[in-house]
T-cell receptor, first 111, second 114 residues
């Protein structure tokens, strides 16, 4: 089992819709969770991080964390074509400084 | 500097040659990471520095790979006897290193071994 799992996609949503991206992780000791956006040929760019169970909102983005079920999700409201990218989930476990990444989910927002 | 800087942006080398990839982290960031990303994959951890020391090098694939950070700032990833399978984008990231802080990535070095 991979440490961090994401559906590779592509996930296609129409412009203006809500895009929902999911990530599961295997290590119950994981403490910090990060969502990065990566455009084709570019490096990952941090969108959000979340440490506590529940929701965290930042503009059109909402991160949701459920430690009991070991999943973290990212919702993108009012999706725009410019949101089309690969979204990487990263997890950091207590006691280490290593960020473990999933393979990413490719999102396509259709105009 | 304002962001993480990596040089060169592209490197083409012949199989068997030695290469060095450089990373200049965000000023004041004590933690520095090297990752490798192949097409269609997420970044794969290679090594983490806290200050000058390699706190975790568990991701280095074999002894052809080595990294240094002699003054706690700039880091160099060194690959000896390169193989075609080493072709990938090598990403460097830095963070403040304390607690659960986010890491910021450089633009990467695309290494192609021919």
């Amino acid at each position: 089992q991979k440490e961090v799992e994401q559906n590779s996609g592509p996930l296609s949503v129409p412009e203006g819709a809500i895009a929902s991206l999911n990530c599961t992780y295997s290590d119950r000791g994981s403490q910090s969770f990060f969502w990065y956006r990566q455009y084709s040929g570019k490096s990952p760019e941090l969108i959000m991080f979340i440490y506590s169970n529940g929701d965290k909102e930042d503009g059109r983005f909402t991160a949701q964390l459920n430690k009991a079920s070991q999943y973290v999700s990212l919702l993108i409201r009012d999706s725009q074509p410019s949101d089309s990218a690969t979204y990487l989930c990263a997890v950091k476990t207590s006691g280490t400084y290593k960020y473990i990444f999933g393979t990413g989910t490719r999102l396509k927002v259709l105009a | 500097g304002a962001g993480v800087s990596q040089t060169p942006s592209n490197k083409v080398t012949e199989k068997g040659k030695y290469v060095e990839l450089r990373c200049d982290p965000i000023s004041g960031h004590t933690a520095l990471y090297w990752y490798r990303q192949s097409l269609g994959q997420g970044p794969e951890f290679l090594i983490y520095f806290q200050g000058t020391g390699a706190a975790d090098d568990s991701g280095l694939p074999n002894d052809r790979f080595f990294a240094v950070r002699p003054e706690g700032s700039v880091s160099t990833l060194k690959i000896q006897r390169t193989e075609r399978g080493d072709s990938a984008v090598y990403l460097c990231a830095s963070s403040t290193g304390y607690g659960s802080t986010e890491a910021f990535f450089g633009q990467g070095t695309r290494l192609t071994v021919v």
